[in-house]
């Protein structure tokens, strides 16, 4: 499946250009982090890698075909989207799509809630969550699938510290397993915490790729060493 | 006044006494509303989930279209319906003029419509809603629509139910499919326009009064069945 190439990426909204011409690349195993400004198009470029949003220009590749490529990636969005069906419907519902066996589909199911801590909830609807049960649901069932790929965008905005600490812990566990992750977020301390690299973007343009451990400490960005440093980059 | 506590107690007593014509018509009215309920439901449902998910061409027109014949002249689908099924028509071969078929086909025409329009209401909403969640998860045409037609089951029994409400109090088409013959297509609408235009004004309100307590006790069993207003369910 890997690498996942993109060239020359550029994406549009009625006639206006939010994102690119953009070129990247990301290899197994990784755990990059898109870091910007509000506005900077980071939820747009990671919809468009996955296929969600379609591009103007430019080529997104993998190894594999397409319809190989989108059944072993999973996205899971800043504000989760609950089905109007129980927790554990919620839950198993990519298992249903892809005709997993019931038993097969009861074992997974009876392992993430319990790694989400919902048993106590399994039965009621997945709508009456808190926002951090919701995004630990939607999480777990990104995960349930064993996905290859998995793309988050701020998967812990406007979550308590807890639930944040329950989510990364998540996705180390995934990442350890094989799971490569793209995923962005405003939180630089989270960044820090789980990145293996760092893409930063404003306006729309990638200005630097680079290992977590430099960027930090040298970033080449003048904008990614502002905004590092806490300034307003517009 | 007087004719309408008359009526009741006409009512009353028709139903107390387990009058053979009034069941015998009610169940007929039944049969011959709950028929074109189902046959329109097969049509709307699956028509309506196919205009939330797909874009193509003359969808918008449909959707108008569809939204403009809700309020589609009864007598003029009868006249249509009549036209076809006389035996010049090109379905008189059929000899299905004056039966309970005919009259099916008619309430069917007026209720489609009406059905799908409100049911796309609902699923466009949910649509709206699961969007990008369905389509990360790399489902089919097929798997969106029958996850849609699920989730808003409840939503699509309103609509259901206000296409029974619509068939079950129609007179002008059935008259003139059905010929409201007695002991084979009189129903309660054309029963009550019958003693209506004799005069007798008692057995018409009693036939009216019992066409509302049918109209009203389906609605409140279905609600109750399917639970609609419970606590937790959406």
Same mark, same amino acid.
């Given at each position: 499946m890997f690498p996942l190439i993109a060239e020359n990426l550029v994406v549009e909204v009625k006639g206006k250009r939010i994102v690119g011409p953009i070129g990247l690349e990301l290899s197994k195993g990784d755990i990059a982090v898109i870091l910007g400004p509000n506005g900077s198009g980071k939820t747009t470029l990671l919809k468009s890698l996955h296929g969600i949003t379609k591009t103007k220009h430019g080529a997104i590749t993998w190894s594999c075909s397409k319809s190989e490529s989108m059944a072993k990636q999973m996205f899971v969005f800043q504000s989760p989207v609950m089905l109007r069906r129980s927790v554990f419907e919620n839950l198993t519902y990519p298992l249903m799509l892809r005709k997993t066996p019931k038993a097969e589909i009861n074992r997974l199911a009876a392992e993430w809630i319990s790694k989400i801590s919902l048993k106590e909830v399994m039965h009621v609807s997945a709508t009456r969550l808190s926002g951090g049960e919701k995004q630990k649901l939607a999480l777990a069932r990104a995960l349930i699938t064993k996905p290859e790929m998995l793309f988050l965008d701020e998967p812990t905005a406007s979550l308590d510290g807890k639930t944040t600490i329950a989510i990364e812990k998540l996705l180390k566990n995934c990442a350890e397993n094989g799971t490569t992750i793209m995923m962005s977020t405003h939180d630089i301390g989270q960044a820090k915490r789980l990145a293996k690299n760092i893409l930063f973007l404003n306006k729309g343009k990638l200005e630097s790729t680079q290992p977590a451990k430099t960027f930090f400490l040298e970033p080449i960005s003048h904008n990614a060493r502002r905004f590092i440093a806490g300034d307003i980059v517009e | 006044m007087y004719d309408i506590w008359e009526g009741i107690i006409q009512a009353f007593q028709l139903v107390y006494t387990l009058n053979p014509d009034l069941i015998e018509i009610s169940i007929r009215s039944l049969k011959v509303t709950l028929s074109a309920l189902a046959v329109s439901s097969i049509i709307a449902l699956p028509l309506a989930a196919i205009l939330a998910v797909r874009?193509?061409?003359?969808?918008?027109?449909?959707?108008?279209?569809?939204?403009?014949?809700?309020?589609?002249?009864?007598?003029?689908?009868?006249?249509?319906?009549?036209?076809?099924?006389?035996?010049?028509?090109?379905?008189?071969?059929?000899?299905?003029?004056?039966?309970?078929?005919?009259?099916?086909?008619?309430?069917?025409?007026?209720?489609?419509?009406?059905?799908?329009?409100?049911?796309?209401?609902?699923?466009?909403?949910?649509?709206?809603?699961?969007?990008?969640?369905?389509?990360?998860?790399?489902?089919?045409?097929?798997?969106?629509?029958?996850?849609?037609?699920?989730?808003?089951?409840?939503?699509?029994?309103?609509?259901?139910?206000?296409?029974?409400?619509?068939?079950? &109090?129609?007179?002008?088409?059935?008259?003139?499919? &059905? &010929?409201?013959?007695?002991?084979?297509?009189?129903?309660?609408?054309?029963?009550?326009?019958?003693?209506?235009?004799?005069?007798?004004?008692?057995?018409?309100?009693?036939?009216?009064?019992?066409?509302?307590?049918?109209?009203?006790?389906?609605?409140?069993?279905?609600?109750?069945?399917?639970?609609t207003e419970s606590e937790g369910r959406w």
């Open positions: - | 874009r193509f061409k003359f969808r918008r027109i449909i959707i108008a279209l569809l939204n403009a014949l809700m309020g589609l002249p009864p007598v003029v689908v009868g006249l249509l319906v009549y036209i076809l099924l006389s035996r010049s028509g090109p379905f008189g071969i059929l000899d299905l003029l004056y039966t309970t078929t005919a009259m099916v086909i008619a309430q069917t025409i007026i209720i489609t419509p009406l059905i799908t329009s409100i049911a796309h209401q609902s699923l466009r909403e949910l649509w709206s809603e699961y969007h990008d969640l369905l389509i990360s998860m790399n489902t089919s045409h097929l798997q969106r629509i029958k996850t849609l037609l699920w989730d808003a089951r409840r939503a699509l029994l309103t609509a259901s139910l206000a296409g029974f409400g619509r068939g079950i &109090g129609e007179v002008g088409a059935i008259m003139i499919v &059905g &010929g409201n013959i007695d002991h084979a297509t009189r129903v309660l609408t054309t029963a009550v326009a019958l003693e209506t235009s004799k005069g007798d004004f008692a057995l018409a309100l009693a036939l009216g009064f019992v066409l509302i307590l049918i109209a009203v006790a389906l609605n409140l069993g279905t609600h109750w069945l399917s639970k």
